[in-house]
T-cell receptor
Framework: DTEVTQTPKHLVMGMTNKKSLKCEQH?????MYWYKQKAKKPPELMFV???????INESVPSRFSPECPNSSLLNLHLHALQPEDSALYLC????????????FGSGTQLSVL | DAKTTQPNSMESNEEEPVHLPCNHS???????IHWYRQLPSQGPEYVIH???SNVNNRMASLAIAEDRKSSTLILHRATLRDAAVYYC???????????FGDGTTLTVKP
């Protein structure tokens, strides 16, 4: 199984809503990542978890709250988002981290109204 | 982070080779060169990576300049399914993260 599964595939939320994005992998990878991608732009790194601990936060606003409950799961909790947060949110995983290749999910397309 | 520079777009004919260039003049000795591609409506997909020597795999070849300031991704026979955005990325062994540049949009004509 070399898949990274993200749910939901599409999400529409209001600025006062609370929602969560989910990511799952069963490859035994111990590093997991959240990226944000705006239309026609490259993915931008948001967070990195290594061995279930947050190792990198790229100065992401606190309205985005990551969580790694175990080595297979990664969540991104969303609260009080702005319309400019509308984007494709990509999850990735890799062995340990560093130079290892990343395996990406297909993403969650988020629209904030 | 060291930066990469790629052409915005390139075109190729089907079944012909494609050479996708990448400049990384500020590369450090601990930076690996990775290539990913992103097909429409999908997440990026790993293609190949290398440090100093040229590399081959079933998808592509990677040619790295002797001074490591540039590299070229080679698709030996382009197919319509190779139409995608190709990203050249420098991955530092110490930083533990991959920062994407702007990428090259490859169009393959039948």
């Amino acid at each position: 199984d070399t898949e990274v599964t993200q749910t939901p595939k599409h999400l529409v939320m209001g600025m006062t809503n609370k929602k969560s994005l989910k990511c799952e992998q069963h490859m035994g990878h111990r590093a997991m990542y959240w990226y944000k991608q705006k239309a026609k732009k490259p993915p931008e790194l948001m967070f990195v978890y290594s061995y279930e601990k947050l190792s990198i936060n790229e100065s992401v606003p606190s309205r985005f709250s990551p969580e790694c409950p175990n080595s297979s799961l990664l969540n991104l909790h969303l609260h009080a988002l702005q319309p400019e947060d509308s984007a494709l949110y990509l999850c990735a995983s890799s062995q340990v981290g560093g130079i290892e290749k990343l395996f990406f999910g297909s993403g969650t397309q988020l629209s904030v109204l | 982070d060291a930066k990469t520079t790629q052409p915005n777009s390139m075109e190729s004919n089907e079944e012909e080779p494609v050479h996708l260039p990448c400049n990384h003049s500020t590369i450090s000795g601990t930076d690996y060169i990775h290539w990913y591609r992103q097909l429409p409506s999908q997440g990026p997909e790993y293609v190949i990576h290398g440090l100093t020597s040229n590399v081959n795999n079933r998808m592509a070849s990677l040619a790295i300049a002797e001074d490591r300031k540039s590299s070229t991704l080679i698709l030996h026979r382009a197919t319509l399914r190779d139409a995608a955005v190709y990203y050249c990325i420098l991955v530092n062994t110490n930083a533990g993260k991959s920062t994407f540049g702007d990428g090259t949009t490859l169009t393959v004509k039948p």
